[in-house]
């Protein structure tokens, strides 16, 4: 395993397994790594020739000092899990390596309209620039390769797919699906603070996402109910502060009149300490009336 923090180190040593014929996957995490990342980087071994992690705690796409302050980090346990998932590079670069001058304000930054603007990014304004900033470094130092994000993240997965299409990055974005619980809670480096009743609590994020996904299996095609549905798991939940619970087309992140198509269900709430999210995938068959399932209509959960 090489352990690379300067910028122009980790160019050139992807660019090196490029230049002996090595297909380069990439997979950028903020470290604390766990189940869902080794996930990704094991998807990325399989399909590439040499796999880089990096693990930057990127201070650009924290809207809170506190939450940036109390991030978990374990450099020494993330080099470990990396290895053994299939990566043999990490690049663990100071915040000065990707923002020379830091914490002055960076003066060239990534902002991706519409698909960025709406839920986490209007819940945590700035937050999308500061990770479709650093994705778009992170992808310029490393070059042609396949990048591995997580559909746990789905909006960051769009806004990122939208920055690569919108920059010519020469990136392959691949979604890998998320990884959870026995009990469903989707794993987060954030999860380790939460204590034993919060973290009874916080299940109810993907109860909520199931009860919305069964109302639209039995027909339901009006996203404000099924919203509302999924919003009332969370509510009903103690100790858990729903911030939204939505069903929106797949592709805009837009609510449609009508569900129909790929449609993603997503919840944000706030679990003691923590801000959590969740959201499942499902594609919508025979969507063209409310209420009433037809012996046409069908779904798919992803
Ligand atoms: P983070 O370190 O939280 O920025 O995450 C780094 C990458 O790992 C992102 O692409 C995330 O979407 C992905 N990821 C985080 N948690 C999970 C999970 N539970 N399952 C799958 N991927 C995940």
Redesign the pocket.
């Known amino acids: 395993m090489r352990v690379i923090t300067s910028a122009h180190g980790f160019s050139d040593a992807l660019e090196a397994e490029r230049a002996v014929g090595r297909r380069v996957g990439l997979?950028?995490?903020?470290?604390?790594?766990?189940?869902?990342?080794r996930?990704?980087v094991t998807r990325a071994a399989a399909e590439c020739d040499v796999v880089a992690v990096t693990v930057f705690v990127n201070p650009l796409q924290f809207d809170k000092a506190d939450d940036l302050a109390r991030y978990p980090r374990d450099l020494d346990g993330d080099v470990l899990q990396a290895a053994e998932a299939g990566a043999t590079i990490v690049f663990a670069p100071p915040v000065h390596e990707m923002y020379p001058g830091f914490p002055a304000p960076v003066a060239t930054s990534v902002h991706v309209e519409a698909v960025g603007d709406v839920l986490e990014g209007a819940s945590r304004p700035g937050h999308f620039d500061g990770v479709a900033t650093v994705v778009a470094k992170l992808c310029s130092l490393a070059g042609r390769s396949r990048v591995?994000?997580?559909?746990?993240?789905f909006q960051?997965?769009a806004v990122v797919r939208r920055m690569a299409t919108d920059l010519s990055l020469p990136v392959d974005i691949v979604a890998?699906?998320?990884?959870?619980e026995d009990d469903g809670l989707?794993?987060?480096?954030r999860n380790v603070r939460l204590g034993p009743p919060d973290r009874a609590a916080a299940v109810a994020l993907s109860r909520a996402l199931d009860a919305g996904a069964a109302l639209v299996e039995v027909g339901q095609r009006d996203p404000a109910l099924v919203g509302a549905a999924m919003e009332a798991v969370l509510q009903a939940t103690d100790g858990v502060s729903p911030d939204y619970a939505v069903a929106v087309d797949a592709a805009t992140l837009a609510s449609p009149a009508v569900l129909a198509g790929a449609v993603r269900l997503l919840v944000a709430a706030t679990v003691g300490p923590v801000r959590l999210i969740d959201n499942v995938g499902l594609v919508v068959v025979g969507a063209d009336e409310l209420h009433s399932p037809t012996a046409t209509s069908a779904v798919g959960v992803s």
């Open positions: 997979v950028p995490t903020m470290g604390a790594l766990h189940a869902g990342h996930s990704l591995y994000f997580g559909e746990k993240d960051q997965l890998c699906p998320t990884v959870r989707a794993l987060s480096s």
